[in-house]
Structure formats: C-alpha cells, structure tokens
C-alpha cells in the first residue's frame, strides 16, 4: 500500500499555515486536484523508469475523509483530544501520562516542549508539542469538508493511521518512510493508532536515509535540487550527462537504505560502468555453451552456485543489505569470465542453476533491467565504434574498387537500421529511429 497525499500538507514543525497543493492551486488558478493529478503522474512516470513494482493499492488522502474524520472521533471519545474554536488537536501531555510519547524518536515530552518554537495561533492549543487532527479552514482555503466540529480539513498525520488500518488492518508488519518522517509524522502516527485503539498499529518502521548532492543536503534553496527527469536527460548544470534510470537505480542500490546517497558525477559514471560490467556478465552467462568442458581445467561445481545462494540470501536478510549482493554478484562475473575464457569448466546443470540465481537476484529482487536503445549511452558510444570499423572497412573497399564488398557492408548496415551517405567529405552514418 502507498498512499497519496493530496490534502494536508502543513508545514512539518506547525499545525499553522496554508496546504501547499492549496497554495499551489491558488496561484496557478486550477483546481486543487489538477495539481495533485499532475504531481502524481510525473511520479508515476518515474517509477516505471525505475523499474519499481507498483502497490497493490494506491488509496488518496481527499478519497478518506470519513475514515480521518472517524479515527479523529474515536481519539476524542477516548479523552486524547480537544476541540478549540472548530479545530481537533490531540492532547500530547494527556496521552504521554498514559503511554509514552517519543518511543520512537527517543525524545521526551520536555525536550519536545523546549525544542517548540512560539506560533502564531498557538493559543488555541492547550500545549505547543500538540498537533491537529482537525482544522477550521479559513473562508480563503479551497479544500475544506464538512465534519461535525467545522467545515475544514484533517491534519497531516491523520491520513496514514486511518487508511494503513482501513486496509492492512488494526496491526500490521511494516511501515516505510524517510528519516525525516521519524518525528514528528510518524511519532504522531503512533500515538494516533495508541490513543484509538488502545494498542500500537505498526511492528516495524523502516527508514530510508536523505540523498545529498556533493555532500550537501539537497534542497531548492540550495540551488542543487535535481529532479528525476533532469537526470535522466542530463537537464541540469551540475550534471555533465544523462543518466539512465538503471543507472540511477544501481547507484542507489550500492548503498544500505539507511545511509545517506551523495550523488555526483564521478560516482554515478562509475555506476554505470559498474551496470554495464554486470550486465555485460549476465550476457556472457547466458553464451555459455551447454555443457562446457575445458580440458585440464579446474570444473565449477553445484557446491559453488550453492555457497553463492547462500551468501546472496544472508545479505538479503540481514537488513536488506543490497551493497553486500552486488558485490557477491560481481565475484560471479569474475567466475563467469573464467568460464567465457575457457579457463575453467561447467556442465548443464549448474551453468542453468548459476542463470537462475543471478537472474533471480540481479532482475527479481534488486529489480535491475536490461536497458536498450538511446537512453543507455555506453551501449550508444559502442554502437558507433563498431560502425566506424565497418565504415573504415568500407572506404578501404572503395579505395580497391571492390564494388561487391563497398555496397554489401552498406546494405547490411541498412538492414541492421544504419543509413550510411557518401558525401565529399567521407561517408557518414546515422541510425533511423
């Protein structure tokens, strides 16, 4: 399940301010949904590039309304909120006298009020580490809904306590997020789910680390924020090439999920050379000639494909260590060059369990694909090396008047989608698209 968050999104140390889709709609004059719509399809779009699985639901936060509104009664109902002038804010120093609230951020209530800054408005709440489950909207706000405490709109944090228990149920396994969600979204989610039902809704939360560009936060103010699309295309002055989206993936994949990513230049071409040299293996695996055999030669044996599945799986479970797969991939392509090179032997059935598991790994779980066409500009840079080979074949042809060889290159160059011209200059290629 990933929701989408299409209402609600006040500033994160405030319950004060105006929902930035609702800001957004209002300069651009659209509707508030037109922008939401427009975000959610780009986001899309970038997540098929990348390859990634799409949920099995894909709930909106605008579609839950009544589910919010019903969580936001029964947290009332059980004495953990109030309604001031029209809005709901949950009673953080009523609920953490019951339970605990920090328990997973580690902060105290005492520190949460220290840290809290003085905000406009603030007078409405009873405590400032409070947070709203409900607010009044003001006559300018464009999205409101009718409840039975004001015409408004439901707090930030609401959304995934109600539709996460809508779907997957009062308790399940494992709630994802960045590092930044830790507190105050996800501490408040939990207190939500706690304060409702009496007992927690999530047994595991799971956070992802920040990316950084050049070891700097990214962020639009710091003038260094990259958007998918931008590297994709190479549409960016901090960027000297686009980048395909494996090779983004890849990258990305090179680091535990909770350290930080530094994206750069030099890394990032290095990930597509590191792409390229596995894909490059998988290619060389599947030539293996069934039931090779090399005379004199050291045989890889079952044991092997085993000791390697093993190592695969153990880095898998062990907090989803992705860096520790690659590498253990990559010590496969080294055996598997030894095999192209004839320098050892395999039968049948282990070259079939060996392309079993790396494609198990490399594609099913680590969700790599191979990539063609333009977007792949390694695959591009050797295309063009080949052709010129043909070429200069071809004007060493022409120069002995062997008419034959000059236009049997050209044809199958044509055949293959290369249109090669004869010009004064030379002959030049260009590939129809």
């Known amino acids: 399940m990933r929701n989408i968050t299409d209402v609600g999104h006040l500033e994160h140390d405030a319950d004060e301010g105006e929902d930035k889709i609702a800001k957004k709609a209002r300069l651009e004059q659209v509707e508030p949904m037109e922008v939401a719509q427009y975000y959610t399809n780009r986001f899309h779009d970038a997540m098929t590039a990348l390859n990634c699985l799409p949920p099995s639901i894909e709930p909106h936060a605008t579609g839950h309304i009544m589910e919010q509104q019903e969580l936001v009664q029964q947290i009332l109902d059980n004495g953990y909120a109030y309604e001031s002038n029209g809005s709901i804010y949950f009673d953080v120093e009523k609920y953490d006298k019951d339970h605990h609230y ?11 009020k220290d840290a809290s800054r003085e905000l406009a408005g603030v007078g409405e709440k009873r405590n400032q580490a409070d947070f709203a489950l409900w607010k009044k909207a003001q006559p300018e706000h464009i999205m409101r809904w009718r409840s039975p405490w004001s015409n408004g709109f439901p707090g930030w944090h609401c959304e995934c306590t109600a539709m996460g228990r809508k779907y997957l149920g009062e308790e399940f396994d494992i709630h994802g997020g960045g590092m930044d969600l830790v507190f105050p979204h ?33 962020g639009k103010s710091y003038g260094n924020f990259i958007t998918l699309p931008q590297f994709f295309a190479g549409d960016h002055e901090k960027l000297t090439q686009p980048y395909s989206p494996m090779t983004i993936r890849f990258f990305i994949l090179q680091a535990h999920y909770r350290s930080t990513v530094d994206f750069g230049n030099e890394a990032l071409q290095a990930a597509e050379k590191g792409l390229l040299r596995l894909m490059e293996g998988w290619k060389n695996l599947r030539r293996l000639q069934d039931g090779q055999q090399v005379k004199g030669q050291q045989p890889v044996e079952m044991k092997y494909v085993d000791d390697l599945r093993q190592k695969l799986y153990d880095a898998m479970n062990d ?12 010590d496969a392509c080294r055996t598997i060059n030894t095999l192209v090179d004839k320098k050892a032997s395999i039968s049948a059935e282990v070259a079939q369990a060996l ?79």
């Open 102 to 112: 920090g328990v997973l951020s580690g902060r105290s209530l005492e520190n949460i």
């Open 186 to 218: 996800h501490e408040c989610e939990i207190a939500q789910a706690v304060a409702s039902q009496g007992k927690p809704m999530v047994r595991y939360w799971m956070h992802n680390n920040m990316i950084t560009i050049g070891g700097q936060k990214m």
């Open 319 to 330: 907090d989803l260590n992705s860096p520790i797969v690659i590498s253990t991939l990559f």
């Open 355 to 433: 392309q079993e598991l790396f494609r198990t790994f490399a594609f099913d779980i680590l969700g790599l694909m191979e990539e063609t066409g333009h977007s792949n500009k390694a695959r591009e840079e050797a295309f063009g090396k080949v052709v010129d080979m043909f070429l200069q074949q071809r004007q060493q042809a022409k120069a002995e008047k062997n008419w034959a060889l000059c236009d049997q290159i050209r044809d199958c160059l044509a055949e293959l989608g290369f249109e090669v011209k004869d010009t004064k200059d030379g002959c030049c290629w260009t590939l129809n698209k």
